[in-house]
T-cell receptor, first 116, second 114 residues
Framework: AQSVAQPEDQVNVAEGNPLTVKCTYS??????LFWYVQYPNRGLQFLLK??????LVKGSYGFEAEFNKSQTSFHLKKPSALVSDSALYFC??????????????FGAGTRLAVHP | DVKVTQSSRYLVKRTGEKVFLECVQD?????MFWYRQDPGLGLRLIYF???????EKGDIPEGYSVSREKKERFSLILESASTNQTSMYLC?????????????FGEGSWLTVV
């Protein structure tokens, strides 16, 4: 079965420090991986995705993610955190068994708190 | 930019009421989705539609139905609302299956059933 795990409910980082939000996945075929961010009382905003090619993917707001096939991970990173990065982050994987339909399976989410 | 609009952001309904949540997208996307978001559970798929009048059950369809009469509009219906359906509901849309087409989300509808 396809699944996504975000092992940390919350990540705390000081402003200016690098941040990492972890994600591991399980799929049968090649994974299509996504990161979304949700600010309070808002919908999900797309940050970045990995489909194929370079293992380091760059996205919106200075975020990037590294695909590691051997570790089945897709960790989200940013070199220097901002207080405004504080939000809920979701990792998602494309379900390869959804036939012709572009379904995503989501992790439970990780709350990022960046302190001044 | 893709725009997915959920007309009702905050609703309070009584147990047993029939509830309609409306969603409109402006990018001519074939696929539309309804997710439910609950703390600690992430997003769970209720229903999705891959074309007008076509629908497929997601992971938690019980207690819900959907309607897609026009390509741009996808409605979620709670036939008889119950308190355990109090949640945040998210509508989304995307192009059809292709190498990782991005799914775009609306702002969400907070539903409280009392």
């Amino acid at each position: 079965a396809q699944s996504v795990a975000q092992p940390e409910d919350q990540v705390n980082v000081a402003e200016g420090n690098p941040l990492t939000v972890k994600c591991t996945y399980s799929v049968s075929g090649n994974p299509y991986l996504f990161w979304y961010v949700q600010y309070p009382n808002r919908g999900l905003q797309f940050l970045l995705k990995y489909i194929t090619g370079d293992n380091l993917v760059k996205g919106s707001y200075g975020f990037e993610a590294e695909f590691n096939k051997s570790q089945t991970s897709f960790h989200l990173k940013k070199p220097s955190a901002l207080v405004s990065d504080s939000a809920l982050y979701f990792c998602a994987v494309r379900d390869g068994f959804s036939g012709g339909y572009n379904k995503l399976i989501f992790g439970a989410g990780t709350r990022l708190a960046v302190h001044p | 930019d893709v725009k997915v609009t959920q007309s009702s952001r905050y609703l309070v309904k009584r147990t047993g009421e029939k509830v309609f949540l409306e969603c409109v997208q402006d990018m001519d996307h074939e696929n539309m989705f309804w997710y439910r978001q609950d703390p600690g559970l992430g997003l769970r798929l209720i229903y999705f539609s891959y074309d007008v009048k076509m629908k497929e059950k997601g992971d938690i369809p019980e207690g819900y139905s959907v309607s897609r009469e026009k390509k741009e509009r996808f409605s979620l219906i709670l036939e008889s609302a119950s308190t355990n359906q109090t949640s945040m509901y998210l509508c989304a849309s995307s192009l059809p299956r292709a190498a990782g087409n991005t799914i775009y989300f609306g702002e969400g509808s907070w539903l409280t059933v009392v």
